[in-house]
Each structure stands twice: as structure tokens, then as C-alpha cells.
Nanobody
Framework: QVQLVESGGGLVQAGGSLRLSCAVS????????MGWFRQPPGKEREFVAT????????TYANSVKGRFASSRDDAKNTVYLQMNSLKPEDTAVYYC???????????????WGQGTQVTVSS
């Protein structure tokens, strides 16, 4: 069984930064592509970023491109999401996910964390 635990969420002013972490346990971390998704209040879950296994190729949603950066540390079994220039519309519960294939489709991921709240005030 794979377990994912997010941390690093919180309240930040617009223009500020946060770094989310997602620690993975239970299986070989490097076997998994990792994704970040978010669910804004009253909205559907949406894709934020993904980072592939092996090559570490990164893909971002247009709404966060140039502001967010995902990275992974296979030695620490952890994936990160650095979020800069935050906007109020980035307010959401952020989830990390692990799966065999990197991509922007939530159902491609087999394991999910519990989520961490990010609130950006104007």
C-alpha cells in the first residue's frame, strides 16, 4: 500500500510563496509518476502539475505555468511544489498523487494524499 502525506499549506498574501511537500511511503518512489491537483472551493478537482518518473519531465497547467515548479527527490521519497507569485484564485485544497503514467488526468493516478489547504488573501 502506498501512502502520500502532503504538508506545507497555509495562509499567504497575494504575491507570496509557499512550498508544498508530499512524502511517499510503502513502495519504490522512483517507480511512480507524481502529480499535483487542486480543488478550489465549490469547483471540480483540476490538474496543476506532473513530473514523470525516470526523466523527471514536468508539465504544468496553463494557469500556473511560470509561477509553480515541481521537483522530486527520489532519495527522500518526496515530491515538491514550489508556488510563487500566488494569486487569490490559487486558493484550493492541493493534492499529490502517484501513478504509473504522468499526465493531467486524475483517474490515471492510483494513490492520493489527504490534501493540504492553501489560502491566498488579496
Amino acid at each position: 500500500q502506498v501512502q502520500l502525506v502532503e504538508s506545507g499549506g497555509g495562509l499567504v498574501q497575494a504575491g507570496g510563496s509557499l512550498r508544498l511537500s508530499c512524502a511517499v511511503s510503502g513502495r519504490t518512489f522512483s517507480d511512480y509518476a507524481m502529480g499535483w491537483f487542486r480543488q478550489p472551493p465549490g469547483k471540480e478537482r483540476e490538474f496543476v502539475a506532473t513530473i514523470s518518473r525516470a526523466t523527471g519531465q514536468r508539465t504544468y497547467a496553463n494557469s500556473v505555468k511560470g509561477r509553480f515548479a515541481s521537483s522530486r527527490d527520489d532519495a527522500k521519497n518526496t515530491v515538491y511544489l514550489q508556488m510563487n507569485s500566488l494569486k487569490p484564485e490559487d486558493t484550493a485544497v492541493y493534492y499529490c498523487a502517484a501513478g504509473a503514467v504522468a499526465g493531467g488526468v486524475a483517474r490515471w493516478y492510483d494513490y492520493w494524499g489527504q490534501g493540504t489547504q492553501v489560502t491566498v488573501s488579496s
